[in-house]
């Protein structure tokens, strides 16, 4: 079928449209256009089928006013290099992940749900309550798809805590905002575009060989498995708290952390040196929680030796005089439950001469250390 030919003709059936351009389609329909002077339709035929053969058909029923506003924003999006049809996409996308979204207290709550269904340790879960709870507080009532980065930077920002405090409140915001964007509730995750604190770390605080001597000598007996196991193994405060007697083998000399029992979720093997084992033997039970009341003791050592604990130290003290003493900083990382030596550099190295390196590993029992065990079994026993 030839397709018609627009031109203008005269119409008698008005007294003020006189001449109509006839011969349109628009969609596959016929429609014409009435002029008061063939001039004027002229005019209107000639600019819309050079319109028409740049915009196609649909251009002939633009309104006007929608023709300034495209013109309009098109100047406004040009300095970002952005087109119409790109800026609609967006904003399209942005309407169906509005409708699709919810609010961070309903966020929360479902995020916590899920975690405790993929088996998060209570300790995490723990974690991650008591600070996303603090964040709805604030920001419960915000749909997820519409917080914005500056929003949470200036939440992070009021909290007024330390920097690192800081960045862990933006690590639990980062993960349950990629949560967010998993479950279809926001389009990006506004987390990654907000400012990270600078951490200046100072040298981690260590005891020295005759301070951990002191230490040990002023310890109550059922508490030395406890300051022994992290000076001489590095296990972590929580972890010694959660080890069980039947998994720790004095005969192949290992200390077996369970995967559950973990900060990382990762099972290890650790080494009890020579001295280490002299200390744990007197202990040694087949089964039974290895330390209890553990900061209540450690209270009342810090009172009897007059000392002030270092933050984190037996663990800092085992990985700064393990590299010192052995020279592999992998080994002192596996040994500590990192997968690389990144984080001993970064976290818990502190410089030891090999001089103290070797005094800190001959720290031993006194003579009489085993038969004053037995000796209070047999009475207590009595």
Known sequence: MRKPIPKIVRYHGSDTSKFVVEGLRVNGKRTRKFFPTRRAAATWLRKTSARMLKEGEGSIHMPEQLRVEAVSCAERLKPYGQSLTAATEHFLAHLAAVQRSCTVSVLVAEFLVSKRQDGASPRYLKDLTDRLRRFADDCGTRLAAEVMPSEIDD????????????????????????????????????????????????????????????????????????????????????????????EIDLVQKLVHVKAEKAKSAQRRLVSIS????????????????????????????????????????????????????????????????????VMLYKHYRELVKPEAAARWWQISPPADYGNVIAFQKEVANA
């Not at 007059?306 to 040994?335: C, D, I, V």
Request: charged letters at 20%; aromatic letters at 10%; hydrophobic letters at 40%.
């Open 155 to 246: 939440w992070l920002r009021s909290l007024e805590v330390a920097a690192q405090t800081r960045n862990n409140f933006r690590t639990v915001l980062r993960t349950i905002f990629e949560y967010a964007v998993l479950r279809g509730y926001a389009r990006e995750n506004p987390t990654t575009k907000t400012a990270k604190a600078k951490v200046v770390r100072g040298a981690p605080a260590i005891f020295t060989p005759e301070q951990m001597r002191t230490v040990l000598e002023n310890t109550p007996r059922e508490y030395i498995p406890y300051v022994a196991i992290g000076a001489f193994a590095g296990l972590r405060t929580a972890e010694i708290e959660r080890l069980d007697w039947s």
């Open 274 to 341: 020579d001295y280490l084992a002299a200390w744990l033997a007197p202990h040694a039970k087949k089964s039974g929680q290895v330390a209890i009341l553990v900061r209540t003791q450690r209270k009342k050592i810090c009172k009897a030796v007059k000392m002030q604990w270092p933050a984190n130290g037996l663990r800092h003290s085992f990985a700064s005089y393990h590299l010192a003493q052995h020279k592999n900083a992998a080994a002192t990382a596996a040994e500590l439950g990192h997968t690389s030596p």
